[in-house]
Structures are given as C-alpha cells and as structure tokens.
C-alpha cells in the first residue's frame, strides 16, 4: 500500500510539474502572509525545503495520536535531527465538511474545562474532537473509541472560525488529525495550529471538498503540495505550507524555537 | 492632529446607488463562497442597503520635498511600530511587539500557565505582574468541578507571581460578596482601566479585539502564544492591512451598534476581513459612546479581522478619566494612509438587522423574520451585556409597558452593570432598569459571567438545553454555540431583542418606537 502510495503520488506531481512555477508564485506570497506569524522565525532556519529523498507514509489514526503528550508531541531532540528534512506525508481516510466549521462544532465550549497541557485531559479533549458537528455528517470518533480513523479533515472556507480557543486544534491532534485541507482558515485557528503543532493547516488552491468523500483514502503530500484522492483517483493541488513546516514537523513554535537556537534548549 | 477620518487625497468616494453597489459586490463579496445558501440570500439583500466600497486605492507614497519618504502609516500600523521600536511598518512585515497587557481567563489561564511552566521552568516568574490581568469570567456560576478547579488554578498561579489584578472570586453564592469580581473579561477591562489608547494588548480570548474601541491593537490569540508572552513579554505579529469602514449619517432612534456591525459582517461575510486591520470611522462613530464602539470591534472576529479599531477622541479621554493612572499615547491615522479598501456606510438608510441562524453574516432584517416564532430572549455577554444594552432594552419594555411574551434572560456583563441596572434611571422614566424589566416580566438579572453566550457547563444558567430558538444579543450563532446543537439563535440588538420578547417573534423595533 505504502509503495503504492509513493508511486501514485510522483506520478501525480509530474502532471503538476507545468502549472507549478505559477501556482507557486502565487501561493508563497499568500502563504507568506499567512504564514507570517512565524516567518520571521524561520529566517534562521537550517533545513533543506525539498531536500527530503525518502518519503515517510504514515498511517495516522487509531495510534498516532499517542505520539503526542501534554498538546505537543512527544519528540526528543535526536527525534528532531531525523526530522529534519524529511518529507511530510501523510496518508489515510479522510472526513469531509463544508464552509466556516466554526470552533464550537471542533470542541463545543461545555468541554472547554479541560486544561491541554495536563497530559490525562488532552487525552479526553481528543475524544470529544468534532463533537458539535451535525449529525448528519457521521461520526468523526467511533462510538467507544478516543481516537479518529480520520487522519485528514478536508473541508471548505474559513475553517475554524470564532474563538481563540487553542482547544481546538489541539483537540484535533490530539484525536490523531494530522492534517487539514481547506480552501483558507481562520486566523486564528491557523496561527494556535502552528504555534502547537498539532496538525498541518494546508490550504488547498481550489475549493476541493465536495469532491472528496467521508472514507476516501487520501495523501496529503507536502513536498509536492498535492491532495491526492486513491479513492476518487483524482489529484488536487495544495498551497505550499512554506515556513510554517518546519514549526509544525518541530512540534509547535517553542521546540521549533529550541531547536533553532532561537532559545536556549530546555 | 488628525482624529477621526480625512479623508485621502487620492481617492474620494460617497454613497453610491444600487446599481454601482451590485458591480463591486459582485468582485468583491461573492466570490470566496457562492455554494452556501446564506451567501445568496446575502447577495439579494445588498440590493437593498447603501453600502459601499471606494474603488482600489493606489498605493503610492509621494516622496516629501525634503527628499525623505514620508511614510504614512494607519493607527493600527503605527501602534504595532511604536512597539516594535521601529519608525516605519508596513503591511506584510512581520514585527515582534512587546506587549501591554496580556489578558487570560478561567477557560484558556490555566492551558497558558501550563505552557509557561513547561516551557520556561516550574520556579519561573513572569515578565511582568503588573501586565498579566486575570480574570475568571466563563464557567463561574457551575457546580462543575473542573470548572471550579480551574479558578482555583488562576488564584493559585496570581498568588505564587504576585499578579497584581486578579478578580477573584471565592463566594459563588452571592457574587455580590466578591467585591474584587468583575466579570466579563473584556467589559471588565474597558472599566477597570486596562484598554488604553495607542497600545498592544492580547488576550486568551478572541474578542479581546473589544478594546480596538480605545484606539490600541488588541487580539486574541492561543494559550501557547499566550505562555510565550508570559515568559517574554513580547510576541511576533504580522502587521494586518487596513479595511476602512466610514460610518456617515446620523443614527435613527431605532437603531444601535449592534445592527451595525451586523451589516457590516454581512456585507463581507464571516471571512472578509481575515488577517485584516478594520478601522471605524466617520460621523456616526464620532457621535458613538464607548460601549457603542465596543460593540463594534467586539465583532470585528466574527468577519475573520485581526484586529478592530477606532481612533481615540474626546470620548475615549473622558471613559478613563478617573479610570487610570497609567501614563498613555494616542496615535492616529495618517491623512494619505493606505487602506486595502473602504467602505462606506450611511447609518440613517440602515435598517434593524438580525443574524439568522447559524452564521454571524446571514444577515437579513428583523421585520423580514416577523413571523419567525421565538422561545426565548438572551440579553448579556462582552457584546450586549453593558449598561446601554440593558438601557436599550429597557426602553423598549417602558414604551410599551407590556409584559415579554417568552423567558427573557438577563445577564450583566459585570457586577458594574448589574449594579447600574438598580441604580440608574432609565430615560424618560423615573425606573431603574431592574425596575422595568421586573414589571415587563423578565428573569430577574443574575449573577455576571459569560452565562450562556457559549453554552458552557450543562447548569449553566439560560443555557440552551434543548433546540429552542432564541433572539439573543451575543456576537455568534453557530450550531451549538450557546448549548444545544439543534437550538437556533438570532443575532439583535438591544433594541430588536426587547421587541422580540414583547411579541414572542422576531420583532423589528420600530413597532415600540
């Protein structure tokens, strides 16, 4: 499967290959506006942008959310040297949503008692992820489960829009999302995604999501900037997540930061 | 010094007729979303209002005689460079600002006080006790343990950093014996002094952006930023371009701040403003009192902005008066600043609005929605919980002199509020507000917090349990928000929420006027 994957996923990008001068020029200027918040973090960044050879398929879900402890995931700094560089690819099911899902339908506020960065409550937070969708869109965590089978949410406009609650991609990591795809975010839920590392907010260039189903098997290959459906066989392409990778892949802006140099390692 | 709004040399703009208004929406408002149903009902209704946008302004920079390049800065653009020690920002530039004040609550305090600990040691201090304010607000009134712990997490965290503003509340049988608890965190800021003109203030909360009215930046952001701050004092911000929304006329008796922003929102849906700066000026803003313009920027996050502000005047100096002691700096927008857009806006052609269900930009007027049947009637929270909120209410009950039609719930943003509903007099009567609202049959006015704008514990009070439908004068309507999924809110006015409850529909103002 993950052979599979990879190979589906070259192909696709070589179909890219003659769009992407453009697509790029473009998106790194509104990526660098989103992204911004931690631009001028990465200034002093030391790592190789497409420098990755080998491409790490990982199945999130059931089990990839234990990964993660206390709202920023478990990484130990020789973790981190391996990190680096390395490509981030990200391979599962995906659950689907429309426009302006709004923070309350992430994490309604009545569970907003629970503190993030004590590890047991984290834990419990991600078991309510999604909880105040409708009905209708399907159960987001199975009945007697805490995690997602979901490691990719995609979805339409202004994803996670309302409060500033960090709750919320935090409860989304937490539950195993690694990644959403959304046609733009938020401010503020992009910024506390980034600054947790919870989970990519990668914006795709078009509006992508009423043509991706709950259940589909999906790649969201960030060193090639391309949603790729296996089930719908249909490739999509993504906004570069440009300098709020390696925030992310550092688990969030304080390791980041750490691991930059930018301050002193604990 | 140049208050209020001069306008730019390089453009001029007015009031345009309908048929202008429909060639700029139509590049500006439809695009980003056209598949949802409000969008469309949205685009029908802008046929309707006088609101318009200026075309692109260009964005050169004359050089000055002197050979120097005068750099004309917007006040959002001038605060962030003020703190940021530089003399010239422009959109786009990334700047690391050192903060003012940073604000957190019971819900969010206890998430940052973690990450602080984590991130910079069990034994560290904080930046600056006298800049963090703490201030339990959400989930007071609750049995709901954890709730309670989390308060008790802020008071032991202000006691070990000696923080010198906690509001703290430890009797939760009677608020009125916590002479330090306030309330809502942001109505509570704006009265005890904290929300300055010219300064950079963050909060755990997202409608931290309510101080935008006093002239300063302020934003809500995440626990994580929020520990980094606690440990630094600074925080790395990118400077927002400015929308600019020019509010002209006179405001007609029958309308309040709420219904402006409510069109506004509408006009640029809930993502038109994200990542933006939204300025309010114009003669209607000049004329608004403070609580007026918080309303205003208390919403500007339900259009995505980053921040909301308004120009500091005579009104601002005369709300602190008295209120601070702390030495500030008010900027101003530069005559040849540039702005992303502007809109402009005649308040007197403006008609009482509701934000249908479940999105703060479905827009559409409250007498468009007469035959929608209510349950229940919400007045409180940071956006219509002050005391002209429950003026306005009141007014309306007294003019009637009928009783509500369904439960109306009061809850004042802080114990200030709640005090002035028994103390002042409504105009035009010789009542309180109490007074008034007890003979019209209402709830009476309980304790202050938060409540139920956001659902919150399931005891919470005039949470909505079940899939009512509710005219409410909080800022956010989405499904679930103020409890039960199903429950459907209509965002008002004072004014309009007070109607409503007198006829038991949505009811447009204008009927008790």
Known sequence: MALCTTTTSCISVASFVASSSIIRRDSRTSCAARVGNVQALSSSAQYSKFGGSRLEIRLAGKGCGGQKTSGVRAMSSSDVEKESGSSRVIHGQCFVVGDNIDTDQIIPAEYLTLVPSKPDEYEKLGSYAMIGLPAELGRFIEEGETKTKYAVMIAGDNFGCGSSREHAPVAMGASGVRAVVAESYARIFFRNSVATGELYPVESENRVFHENSTGDTVTVDLDNNVLINHTKGKTFPLKPIGDAGPVIEAGGIFAYARKTGMIAAK | MAQGCALSTTFTTGIMGPSQLLQRGSSAAVAPSMASPSQSQKWNLSRNVVAVMAPPQPQQRSPASTGSVKHAMTVTEKILAKASDKERLSPGENVWVNVDTLMTHDVCGPGTIGIFKREFGEDAKVWDREKIILIPDHYIFTADERANRNVDILRDFAKEQNIKYFYDITDKSDFKANPDYKGVCHVALAQEGHCRPGEVLFGTDSHTCNAGAFGQFATGIGNTDAGFIFGTGKLLVKVPPTLRFRLEGEMPPYLLAKDLILQIIGEISVSGATYKAMEFCGSAVDAMTMEDRMTICNMIVEAGGKNGVVAADK?????????????????????????????????????????????????????????????????????????????????????????????????????KVWLDLYTLKVPGTDKTPAEIFAAAGCDTPTSPSCGACLGGPRDTYARLNEPKVCVSTTNRNFPGRMGHKEGQIYLASPFTAAASALTGYVTDPRDFL
């Open chain 2, 315 to 415: 009104v601002t100096f005369q709300y602190l008066e008295g209120k601070t002691t702390v030495p500030y700096e008010p900027v101003y927008s530069d005559d040849s600043a540039s702005y992303l857009e502007e809109y402009v806006f005649d308040v007197s052609k403006l008609e009482p609005l509701v934000a249908k269900p479940h999105s703060p930009d479905n827009r559409d007027t409250a007498r468009a929605c007469k035959d929608v049947k209510i349950d229940r009637v919400y007045i409180g929270s940071c956006t219509g919980g002050k005391t002209e909120d429950f003026m306005a209410a009141a007014k309306i009950l007294a003019a009637s002199g009928d009783s509500v039609k369904v439960p109306t719930f009061l809850v004042p943003a802080t114990q």
